[in-house]
């Protein structure tokens, strides 16, 4: 089973918050971290903006993606919520077994 690293923003430390707590409690990621200080430049409707966001690294499997990718327009205030997934191409053994284990669905 493959470990995926995704990626999304949010607007604030609140929304971060919340997502993150809700996809590790929910199993769907294994850990998320949060990187405030982003400055994203993007076309929204027609128009260049600018924001500042946090951004959030989330940990989980290529078999929890299919739950991640419905639950997180869930979670997030953003009406287009970014999510984009890279496979892992290595890694510590040990840490990805606990990314694995962590990201399994409870019992």
Do not use: F
């Not at 205030?77 to 053994?93: H, K, M, N, R």
């Amino acid at each position: 089973m493959s470990v995926l690293i995704c990626l999304t923003t949010c607007p604030d430390r609140s929304a971060a918050d919340r997502i993150a707590t809700a996809l590790v409690d929910e199993r769907l990621a294994a850990c998320v971290n949060i990187v405030p200080g982003i400055h994203s430049t993007y076309r929204w409707q027609g128009q260049v903006m600018r924001d500042e966001e946090l951004l959030l690294i989330i940990k989980t499997t290529a078999d929890r993606m299919t739950e991640l990718r419905a639950r997180l327009p869930e979670l997030h205030p953003y009406e287009l919520p970014e999510l984009i997934a890279v496979q892992s191409a290595d890694g510590l053994p040990s840490y990805l077994q606990w990314v694995r284990d962590e990201t399994r669905p409870a019992p």
